[in-house]
């Protein structure tokens, strides 16, 4: 029943999106010391959610699209910033940054999905 509404799905969504790219910031800050690593980044939720929604091809089986195995969103990118002298381009401050912003949009993601929750609640009369 809950996984017909438009604002329970975009929630779901919003909240694996944000899993999804704390997973590739915790990557990045794995491999700080690895030369020649290029750090990378999700696309925005707006743009992947509207691409997942209308002609993205859909994972199958395991291996399919990319050999991701995980299901996740394919859509990465590499930052572009200065490398350092072996070539690596991960910035411990600029991952903790968007590891903040990560868990900001992993609580607004929670915080819209328990306000809808309660308007239908209460449109049931439950409290």
């Keep these: 029943m809950f996984e017909n509404l438009d604002v ?5 969504a919003m909240a694996k999106h944000a899993g999804e790219r704390q997973a590739v910031i915790s990557q990045n800050v794995a491999n700080a010391d ?3 690593y290029h750090a990378r980044d999700l696309a925005s939720f707006s743009s992947s959610y509207e691409t997942a ?8 089986r395991a291996g399919h699209l990319s050999g991701d ?6 859509s ?3 930052d572009k910033l200065s490398n350092s002298p072996n070539g ?3 910035s411990i401050e600029d991952q903790m940054l ?5 868990i900001r949009q992993h609580d607004r993601a929670l915080a819209i ?5 309660g308007v239908l609640r209460s449109s049931l009369g439950r409290s």
């Design 98 to 102: 968007k590891a903040t912003e990560t």
């Design 34 to 36: 690895t030369p020649g």
């Design 53 to 60: 929604e209308t002609m993205a091809p859909k994972m199958t």
């Design 113 to 117: 999905y328990k306000s809808a929750l």
């Design 76 to 78: 990465f990118h590499t």
């Design 88 to 90: 690596n381009t991960v």
């Design 69 to 74: 195995t995980n299901g996740r969103l394919t």
């Design 8 to 12: 329970f799905k975009i929630s779901s």
